[in-house]
């Protein structure tokens, strides 16, 4: 029996291709690139190769993107970053009350340090009213961070129409884009963003590898002091071989974008479509439209979530009830209550997320598996009831 992972949106697996980059400098090209010998050089010349390629998936140049090591640490860097560069300015910052721990969390720490945090609510769709940004900013507000597409859901944000409204009120913009960057068309000139964050394991290269892009003039302060790497913005010495796989990765993802979005888009909406004939009581959280091409998130009435994705587990299907980084929690999602369901509906989420390896056969035993799945549980519950 095929096992099926459709838990993309959590972290892909690694490309062969970006393994066999990888592979190159761990055993051959292993000199630490500060170095001046030839083998530290090449291992420089690996970074910058690397830095290019980043740059060039997302529209920036390679002077603006710095290595960090992860989406979580890019997004600290920005909104810290940021928060004390700008401390005599002002004192406000802006995001949304869906977006990742990795900024909701630092907003909090950020608040208790006395700068002032407007969350700003969503529609049912998940949705961010750029109005309501427009509405929050006040002469105090140094910074303005929404998530291009949610992580649960899936809701892809009007960014390019916040970010102009940024630009009118000379306030800063940061976007976090690591489920988006590798998926859909992320360009930074287009969007008009200041900086934004991006992980390498959720385009199928590395964990633990990520970036912060930081448009040319802005100023930002460190949060790791050292020995100045990273052109004075990160210290600590590069991890060469995770660049280097990031950067392959994101080559592939630039070559295989257009086709993938089609190919994925596809496949979601034929699972939505036959999984909303099958199973009764079935609610499509996200915006219908405005989403990810592989995400798929569900609640389904009468059911745990965590049931479900454990009775697939056994079936050798790898789903999720959200978010990776919240999975031990036992709250209900943040996101999805945001949207307007009830405790019971959000605990009764399931995330499905596709990507370059799945298949319509794949789809098709989901298909087939699910909706009996379903039932039994919900017999099982019912008969708990009584």
């Known amino acids: 029996?095929?096992?099926?992972?459709?838990?993309?949106?959590?972290?892909?697996?690694?490309?062969?291709?970006?393994?066999?980059?990888?592979?190159?400098?761990?055993?051959?090209?292993?000199?630490?690139?500060?170095?001046?010998?030839?083998?530290?050089q090449s291992s420089r010349?690996?970074?910058?190769?690397?830095?290019?390629?980043v740059a060039r998936l997302i529209g920036a140049k390679s002077t603006e993107i710095v290595f960090t090591s992860g989406g979580t640490e890019a997004n600290n860097f920005a909104l810290k970053g940021i928060a004390l560069a700008h401390k005599d300015k002002g004192n406000h910052i802006i995001t949304s009350n869906i977006e990742h721990p990795s900024i909701t969390?630092?907003?909090?720490?950020l608040g208790q340090s006395g700068y002032r945090i407007t969350f700003i609510p969503v529609d049912e769709y998940g949705m961010v009213n750029p109005d309501d940004v427009k509405k929050a900013i006040n002469p105090e507000t140094i910074l303005i961070s929404i998530m291009q597409a949610n992580n649960e859901i899936g809701t892809i944000q009007p960014l390019e129409e916040i970010a102009g409204i940024a630009r009118e009120a000379?306030?800063?913009?940061?976007?976090?884009?690591?489920?988006?960057?590798?998926?859909?068309?992320?360009?930074?000139?287009?969007?008009g963003v200041d900086l934004l964050s991006l992980s390498a394991?959720?385009?199928?290269?590395?964990?633990?590898v990520g970036a912060l892009y930081i448009r040319s003039g802005v100023n930002i302060t460190p949060l790791i002091h050292g020995s100045g790497h990273e052109d004075g913005?990160?210290?600590g010495t590069e991890n060469s071989a995770g660049i280097a796989g990031f950067g392959k990765?994101?080559?592939?993802?630039?070559?295989?974008?257009?086709?993938?979005?089609?190919?994925?888009?596809?496949?979601?909406?034929?699972?939505?479509?036959?999984?909303?004939?099958?199973?009764d009581n079935l609610k499509l959280n996200g915006h219908p439209g405005k989403r990810l091409p592989n995400n798929t998130?569900?609640?389904?009435?009468?059911?745990?979530?965590?049931?479900?994705?454990?009775?697939?587990?056994?079936?050798?299907?790898?789903?999720?009830?959200?978010?990776?980084?919240?999975?031990?929690?036992?709250?209900?999602?943040?996101v999805l209550t945001a949207i307007g369901l009830s405790p019971a509906m959000a605990r009764s989420a399931l995330r499905m997320t596709i990507g370059r390896w799945t298949t319509r056969e794949q789809i098709d035993r989901v298909i087939e598996i699910l909706p009996g799945t379903v039932t039994h549980l919900r017999a099982i519950t019912h008969e708990g009831q009584q």
């Open 1 to 40: 029996m095929e096992n099926i992972y459709l838990d993309y949106a959590a972290s892909t697996p690694v490309d062969p291709l970006v393994v066999n980059e990888m592979s190159l400098y761990y055993h051959e090209i292993y000199g630490n690139p500060s170095s001046i010998h030839q083998q530290g």
């Open 45 to 53: 010349e690996a970074i910058d190769e690397a830095r290019e390629k």
């Open 105 to 109: 969390n630092v907003c909090m720490i």
């Open 170 to 191: 000379g306030v800063l913009i940061h976007t976090d884009a690591v489920q988006t960057t590798g998926h859909i068309d992320v360009d930074v000139g287009k969007l």
């Open 201 to 208: 394991h959720k385009l199928y290269g590395p964990k633990g």
């Open 233 to 235: 913005h990160r210290s």
């Open 249 to 279: 990765a994101a080559e592939l993802a630039e070559e295989e974008l257009n086709n993938e979005i089609l190919r994925q888009t596809g496949l979601r909406n034929y699972l939505i479509q036959e999984l909303s004939h099958r199973i």
């Open 297 to 334: 998130n569900i609640s389904v009435e009468g059911i745990n979530g965590t049931d479900l994705l454990l009775s697939l587990d056994t079936e050798g299907i790898y789903i999720s009830t959200g978010s990776a980084c919240m999975a031990e929690n036992s709250t209900p999602s943040q």
